[in-house]
């Protein structure tokens, strides 16, 4: 009963809140993280007063329900997102996504390097960190131009195709990140410890792709001689839990198969009525039910009192994460066919970040990541507060300097 009641609560809190960042005209995400982080605060801190409800969101049941939250945020990413029209993507929009992925990368690398102390996990830390610094969100670039009008503008479009190229090419890095934090040797980066983890990413999208391109189509035309209920959405669930297996399988991590899955439904594939149902129907379970719940999961494990205790840290982990999206994506804009202006509003644009974030930091702290040294130091201590922060400063503050930069 208690797990009910919780549940109960935290919709009711993150759908108001969600309303209340639509209505101001930000990304409903803004609101619900926000939410899941106040819920988790007060539960963490008041625990003693409803110790029930305490136990309840700490419960195995309240875990799994925050796992599938991560596996279908993954898949719903992965079905708005249409990887057969990147072949018409403009060569600006590849040079802004590999510009607005690799500096990101790099620098996080480097910083991580720099200011994490010494351990048998340090590589891997850099890495989260530059791999968090890296993605872009998808469906807050979209919203932000919708909101401005300026969706079908060369701004619009070229930043709508860097950010899905810059996911393609983000992805690739999340497998290898999940696939190095997964593997026996995860702080060492010799080649001979390397080659098996590439060798496994590589193997994964060998299989997936082939599959997705072209035996996907052929099921789904045979799926249309079924007749019970709801067969796209229960075959989508059935193409999603067997790539899932497969990551998991090859040492990845289950997200990484629920996005691929995802990207191979689309339109082109399924008639556009069908997807639509299909894509209805996964964002309601997803975002009305589901995503709440990981979001609250992932406030329970903010720490404020960490980040006062590194707080150059983080203002330093999100001042770069702005610049470096900023530089990485505006300065390739500006080499190819935008002005000043519009260069600057595509580097603005990519800077929004997203649940992908969050859906990473929370696979690396349940595998351990930021629990050595031992005891961790301030700076690993507050590494995960740290990037849940930085997506909420960068989502907030994208769609805001986007406007007062298009108005003028």
């Not at 990101?104 to 390097?113: T, V």
């Not at 593997?183 to 010799?190: A, C, D, I, N, T």
């Not at 999961?297 to 840290?313: C, E, I, K, T």
Request: glycine fraction near 8%.
């Amino acid at each position: 009963m208690n797990i009910l009641l919780i549940i109960l609560i935290l919709l009711v809190v993150t759908r108001s809140f969600g309303e209340l960042a639509e209505r101001a005209r930000m990304p409903a995400l803004v609101g619900e993280l926000v939410a899941g982080i106040i819920l988790g605060f007060l539960l963490q801190h008041f625990q003693h007063l409803t110790p029930s409800i305490w136990f309840a969101a700490n419960s195995d049941i309240f875990n799994g329900l925050a796992e599938l939250g991560m596996f279908f945020l993954m898949l719903l990413v992965g079905i708005r997102m249409e990887p057969l029209d990147f072949a018409r993507s403009s060569k600006s929009a590849v040079l802004i996504a590999f510009g607005g992925m690799f500096l990101p990368m790099c620098i996080g690398f480097g910083f991580g390097q720099a200011v994490l102390p010494e351990s048998d996990l340090k590589n891997a830390q850099a890495l989260f960190l530059g791999v968090a610094l890296a993605i872009t969100a998808v469906p807050v670039a979209v919203r932000i131009f919708m909101d401005l009008g300026a969706l079908e503008s060369r701004v619009g479009k070229a930043v709508i195709a860097a950010a899905l190229w810059d996911d393609v090419l983000s992805l690739f890095l999340m497998a290898l990140l999940l696939a190095t934090i997964g593997s026996q040797s995860v702080g060492s980066f010799s080649m001979g410890t390397l080659l098996p983890v590439f060798g496994k990413v590589l193997l994964f999208f060998a299989i997936t792709i082939p599959v997705g391109l072209y035996v996907f189509p052929m099921i789904i035309k045979w799926f249309r001689h079924l007749s019970f209920p709801e067969v796209e959405f229960s075959m989508m669930l059935i193409a999603a839990l067997a790539y899932a297996v497969l990551a998991e399988f090859l040492d990845l991590h289950q997200i990484i198969g629920a996005f691929m899955a995802g990207m191979f439904i689309h339109p082109k594939v399924v008639e556009p009525r069908i997807y639509k149902r299909v894509e209805q129907q996964m964002s309601g379970l997803t975002r009305g039910f589901l995503a709440p719940i990981f979001f609250v999961s992932v406030g329970f494990h903010l720490d404020f009192s960490a980040v006062a205790q590194a707080p150059g840290f983080v203002l330093a982990l999100t001042g770069l994460a702005l610049v470096s999206k900023l530089v990485g994506s505006g300065v390739p804009a500006y080499w190819t066919v935008f002005s000043r202006r519009d260069s600057l509003l595509v580097g603005v644009g990519m800077s929004g970040r997203g649940a992908v974030e969050l859906v990473i930091a929370g696979v690396a702290l349940e595998a351990g990541l930021f629990l050595q040294p031992d005891p961790p130091d301030v700076i690993v201590g507050s590494m995960f507060s740290a990037i849940v922060l930085m997506a909420i400063v960068t989502t907030v503050a994208t769609p805001i300097a986007l406007r007062l930069l298009w108005r003028r």
